[in-house]
Structure formats: C-alpha cells, structure tokens
C-alpha cells in the first residue's frame, strides 16, 4: 500500500495500550450503568431494547458498504475529495437505512408481540443512523496512521453524558425508551465532537465519480459479506428471542453482557489494530512471526480472562444483581466457550480484506452461515432425540459452541494459503486455557467464602439502610 508508514512495535504496543485503556474504561463504564439501570427498571426493558438493537445492527451490516474499511486501506484515504465523497455516500447510505428500519417496524411488531412499543422504538432508532452519519471523517483517518488517543476520548465522553441521560430518565420513568434516550444523547454528543476533538475537518456534499466507483468495487462484495457476517454472529438471538419471553431476554442481555465486559475489550482491539496491522504486515518476510506473536498474547490473554469468568461469572451476577435477573448456572460457561472460539475465529477473519480480496471473504461469510443454519437444524433433532432433558437455552448455547468452532475450523482451510497460520500457537493458547480453568476451578470454593463472608453483611447494611429510608419516607 502506497503512502502508508510500517507499523514499528512500539507504535503498534502504543496503539493497543490506548484501546485496552479506553475500552476497558468505556466497557467498565457501560457494566456499571447497566448495573444502576438493573435495580431501576425491570428485565423486560432491556429484552426490548436488544431487539432494537439487533433491527439496527441488522440494518447496518445489510446496508454497509465498507466505507470506513476502504478509507483505512485506500491510498486516497487523506485526501479532501475523496472524504467528501465517501462523507456524502454515509449520509445517503443513512437516510436508506432509516427508512428501512421504518418498514421494518411492522413486521418486528407482529413476530414479537410481547414487547410493547418495539415498533415505535424501532422507527425512532432508525434515525440513529443518519445522527451516526454526520460525524466527521476523521473517525475513520485516525484508524489508518493508530491515533487512537483522541478518538478514545471522545467514545468514552459520548458514552459518559449517553449513561448520565439514560439513569436520570429512569430515576423518573420505567420504559425501554429510557435507554433509546440514552442512545441519542450518545450519538449526538459523538457526532457533534468529532468536528472539535479529531483532526479538523469540514465536509462538503461531493459525489466524485471516480471514488464512487472505488467505493462501490471495494464494497460491493462487503455489502454480501457483511450481511453474511451479521447472520452467523448474531442472527441466533432473534432465535433467542422468539424462544424466551422479554423478561427472559432481557435476563440474557444482560448476563451476556456482563461476560463480554473485558472481551470485548480484546475485540475492539482485535478489530481496530489487526486490520490496518494486517495491511502493512500483509506479504512482508516477517508477517508470519509478528502475527503470531500477537494472536498469542492477545489470545492467551483473554482465553485466562473468560476462564474466570466461566468460573466464578455466575457467582458474580448473584452477588450484584438483583434476583430479577438471576440465570441457571449453566449459561456463563456456556457464552465464555462459544465466545473464545468466536475470538479465534475473529483473529485472522480480516485477512482476506488485509489481501485486498473482498470476495474470498464474502465467501467465508457464506460458508460460516451454512455451518450456522446446518448447526440450528441439527440442534432441533437433536433436542427431540438426544437432549430431551436440556433446557432449550442450554442446548441452544451448546449449538453455538459447535458453530463457533466449525467456524473456526472453515476460516482456517479458506486462509490456509496465506501460510501465516500456526497450529502450534493456536494448541498453546487452548493449553494454556485449560490450565486457567483448572486453577480457578481449585481456588473457587475458597475465593467465594471469603467474598460471602465480606459481601453479605455489607449487602444486609444496605437493605436495611434502604428499609429504613423507606419508612421515613
């Protein structure tokens, strides 16, 4: 790639300690106001708000053209005329969105009958499209020199002043629209800052043929790709949904999202530094041993993270959570084993668009879809025939496990000429894992008496400080 300086370790290391340090603030800061906004409002609330988010997300990778991907890799990526064009097709790619997720709203409305005001929210959600669009392009150039610093900042700022909006609603109202309004005020104050905390920039509406047609045949085949991505990562909890009631679903929100809380740290920075770190990387003499080195650590890494959290996860949602929002114990290790191979997966996923080869990634996206949709038909036999007495969330999990690991096993075949695989890293790292499990697993009992004996007490204060108040009240 012309124009683009090699990554040095030390910019790369720099580069991954500002994401884990703003993401781990940014995830740490949405566990916490989901933890506030738990004892404010009832599961079903937030059951509601994941469908909506699911319809966005949906609507977003159906419609995504990989603009933000094309300006990290594109030679023309810091040039005026190109960022307004590519500005220009955002915004046109959001007012279709938005009024796809209007149409949409109807239907939703009928397939989940339950969840009251799920059309309205959907319709207002839309717009959350067009609000994202107005940001500056800026937050797509930082991407491709890792000046993430900035960039971080203005995340967790957005995200601050989005949980203040949210609990304050909810100090006064029960309602899912609570944490829509919690989502604009995010968007908004993200849109808004761009233009004063990045680079500066000013759009213009530009629509250059030239880099239209560079959009469009990057994109073209991302437009598939991205829609099969959606499917096979998260078109099971629609699955979800239908099978649970919103109180349920909103119970599985939230312990999901509890055990993403530090993973999902590692795949931001998985997303945000592998990419661009493949494009320099990609065809070098020294590719395969970089790469390795860092899938290792960052595997490693999170592989002993979700092992404690498939330990004592369960324990924790007992201990902060109200009952309300209590699981049966089987579902955190369950979403921990399917998300490590999910992360394995996620690894070398970007390889093929690091190669400039769009279509062998749609293909990938294609076939992992397949894996999905064979896995799901497998699992309804086999729940009839070998899993009558597994709870169906269980069996579920236990299927998205399958998948994520025949996922993993498909990417590997279709990047297996790249040569930048090594099967001895990969067998370290699930060695090593298991060997975490194995240690939490012994220091568990005594881990957990002495956070009862500490916890209960100052659980019992609270109560009846919380009693007491009431009374006088």
């Given at each position: 790639m012309s124009?683009?300086e090699k990554f040095t370790?030390r910019?790369?290391l720099?580069?991954i300690g500002v994401?884990?340090a703003?993401?781990?603030?940014?995830?740490?800061?949405?566990?916490?106001?989901?933890l506030?906004?738990t004892?404010?409002?009832?599961p079903?609330c937030?059951?509601?708000i994941?469908?909506?988010?699911l319809v966005r997300?949906a609507?977003?990778m159906?419609?995504d053209?990989?603009?933000?991907?094309?300006?990290?890799r594109?030679?023309?990526g810091?040039?005026?005329?190109?960022?307004?064009?590519?500005?220009?097709v955002?915004l046109?790619?959001?007012?279709?969105?938005?009024g796809?997720a209007v149409v949409s709203?109807?239907?939703?409305?009928l397939r989940?009958p339950?969840?009251?005001g799920?059309?309205?929210?959907i319709?207002a959600a839309?717009?959350?499209?067009v609000?994202?669009?107005?940001?500056?392009m800026s937050v797509?150039?930082?991407?491709?020199?890792?000046?993430?610093?900035?960039?971080?900042l203005?995340?967790?700022?957005s995200q601050v002043i989005?949980?203040?909006?949210?609990i304050v609603?909810?100090c006064?109202w029960?309602?899912?629209?609570?944490?829509?309004g919690?989502?604009?005020?995010?968007a908004?104050s993200r849109?808004v800052?761009s233009y004063?905390?990045l680079?500066?920039y000013r759009?213009?509406l530009r629509?250059a043929?030239?880099y239209v047609?560079?959009l469009?045949?990057f994109?073209k085949?991302?437009?598939?790709?991205?829609?099969?991505?959606?499917i096979?990562?998260?078109?099971?909890?629609?699955?979800v949904?239908s099978i649970?009631?919103?109180e349920?679903?909103?119970?599985?929100?939230?312990t999901?999202?509890l055990v993403q809380?530090v993973?999902?740290?590692f795949?931001?920075?998985?997303g945000r530094?592998?990419?661009p770190?493949?494009?320099?990387?990609?065809?070098?003499?020294?590719?395969?041993?970089r790469?390795?080195?860092?899938r290792?650590?960052?595997?490693?890494?999170?592989?002993?993270?979700?092992?404690?959290?498939g330990?004592f996860?369960s324990d924790?949602?007992r201990?902060l959570y109200?009952?309300d929002?209590?699981m049966?114990?089987s579902?955190?290790?369950?979403i921990?084993?399917?998300?490590?191979f999910?992360?394995?997966?996620?690894t070398f996923?970007?390889l093929?668009?690091?190669?400039?080869?769009?279509r062998?990634?749609t293909?990938?996206?294609?076939?992992?879809?397949?894996?999905?949709?064979?896995?799901?038909g497998a699992?309804a036999?086999?729940?009839?025939?070998?899993?009558a007495?597994?709870?169906?969330l269980d069996?579920?999990l236990?299927a998205v496990?399958i998948?994520?690991?025949?996922?993993?096993?498909?990417?590997?075949f279709?990047?297996?000429?790249?040569?930048?695989?090594?099967?001895?890293?990969?067998?370290?790292?699930?060695?090593?894992v298991?060997?975490?499990?194995g240690l939490?697993?012994l220091?568990?009992d005594?881990v957990?008496?002495v956070v009862?004996?500490?916890w209960e007490?100052l659980?019992?204060s609270?109560?009846?400080?919380?009693?007491t108040?009431k009374?006088?009240?």
């Amino acid at each position: 790639m012309s124009n683009r300086e090699k990554f040095t370790g030390r910019k790369l290391l720099s580069a991954i300690g500002v994401i884990f340090a703003s993401d781990g603030a940014s995830q740490f800061l949405r566990f916490f106001s989901n933890l506030a906004l738990t004892w404010l409002l009832v599961p079903k609330c937030f059951g509601t708000i994941i469908l909506v988010n699911l319809v966005r997300q949906a609507l977003e990778m159906f419609a995504d053209v990989g603009i933000g991907t094309h300006v990290v890799r594109s030679a023309d990526g810091e040039k005026k005329e190109y960022l307004d064009t590519a500005w220009t097709v955002q915004l046109v790619r959001s007012f279709l969105l938005w009024g796809l997720a209007v149409v949409s709203a109807w239907p939703m409305t009928l397939r989940y009958p339950e969840h009251e005001g799920l059309g309205g929210l959907i319709c207002a959600a839309g717009a959350l499209a067009v609000i994202d669009a107005l940001a500056s392009m800026s937050v797509h150039t930082v991407y491709r020199r890792l000046e993430m610093g900035r960039l971080s900042l203005l995340n967790i700022v957005s995200q601050v002043i989005g949980a203040a909006v949210s609990i304050v609603l909810a100090c006064f109202w029960r309602s899912p629209w609570v944490l829509a309004g919690g989502m604009f005020a995010s968007a908004a104050s993200r849109s808004v800052l761009s233009y004063f905390m990045l680079t500066p920039y000013r759009p213009v509406l530009r629509w250059a043929p030239v880099y239209v047609h560079d959009l469009w045949s990057f994109g073209k085949w991302i437009f598939v790709a991205s829609a099969l991505t959606f499917i096979s990562g998260k078109g099971e909890l629609f699955f979800v949904g239908s099978i649970l009631t919103p109180e349920e679903f909103g119970k599985y929100g939230i312990t999901f999202m509890l055990v993403q809380t530090v993973p999902m740290i590692f795949q931001s920075a998985t997303g945000r530094v592998l990419y661009p770190f493949y494009c320099t990387e990609f065809g070098t003499d020294s590719a395969r041993r970089r790469i390795t080195r860092l899938r290792v650590i960052l595997m490693l890494s999170l592989g002993v993270v979700l092992a404690g959290m498939g330990v004592f996860g369960s324990d924790l949602i007992r201990l902060l959570y109200k009952e309300d929002y209590w699981m049966p114990l089987s579902v955190v290790p369950l979403i921990c084993l399917g998300f490590f191979f999910n992360m394995m997966n996620m690894t070398f996923s970007s390889l093929p668009l690091a190669a400039g080869e769009s279509r062998r990634y749609t293909l990938i996206q294609f076939l992992q879809v397949v894996a999905l949709i064979v896995t799901l038909g497998a699992l309804a036999l086999s729940k009839k025939i070998w899993l009558a007495d597994v709870s169906l969330l269980d069996a579920f999990l236990i299927a998205v496990f399958i998948v994520s690991f025949i996922k993993y096993v498909m990417l590997l075949f279709c990047i297996r000429h790249y040569r930048l695989y090594s099967f001895k890293a990969d067998a370290m790292i699930c060695a090593g894992v298991l060997l975490a499990v194995g240690l939490f697993w012994l220091i568990h009992d005594p881990v957990m008496d002495v956070v009862n004996a500490v916890w209960e007490p100052l659980r019992e204060s609270v109560m009846n400080l919380k009693a007491t108040l009431k009374g006088v009240k």
